[in-house]
């Protein structure tokens, strides 16, 4: 399904039940079936869009690989990226790509978590598991099964629970 005011460009290939939401503009992507694509996205350059994945409102995705069932909701910019299986990209995240003089890449392992307002510094890679608090500046490498947060994101042992009593309450 195709809604109203959506631009197809030049090499779009679209596979079976996918949906693209109003008031997006595609050039030079794949978008693998039953995907959801916006509204109000842009892919650009060099996309391809996993089976199941959703890229939501006010993203833009350029020179990227999604695998399936990745999630990009809204409000984020994903460059010179790829992305595993199964993986959430948080609202207003963004791959911090250019340097001003070079374009680094990111790698999104498998499973991966990235909240909300995350800064990933390229070249940058996530490892299966891994999670981001939100707000989070990652400049490092992220091993699996950690958990980050703060600027300069720094690992975490254990998750915040509703109503903890910490040390320092």
Not at 136 to 162: C, F, L, M, W
């Amino acid at each position: 399904k195709i809604e109203n005011n959506v631009f197809i460009g030049h090499k779009v290939e679209i596979e079976n039940n996918v949906t693209i939401r109003a008031f997006s503009y595609l050039e030079e992507s794949i978008i693998r079936k039953d995907s959801i694509i916006g509204p109000f996205v842009r892919l650009r350059n060099n996309v391809d869009v996993g089976e199941g994945s959703k890229i939501g409102n006010f993203v833009e995705v350029k020179n990227s690989k999604f695998s399936d069932d990745v999630k990009v909701s809204h409000l984020s910019y994903i460059g010179d990226a790829e992305i595993g299986e199964n993986s959430n990209i948080g609202a207003g995240t963004v791959t911090c790509n250019y340097d001003g003089q070079f374009k680094h890449e990111t790698f999104i392992d498998d499973d991966v978590f990235i909240g909300s307002g995350t800064m990933l510094i390229a070249p940058v890679k996530i490892f299966y598991k891994a999670k981001t608090g939100a707000g989070s500046v990652v400049t490092k490498n992220i091993k699996s099964g950690i958990a980050v947060k703060g600027v300069p994101a720094r690992p975490y042992d254990r998750e915040p629970t509703i109503n903890h009593k910490d040390e320092n309450d």
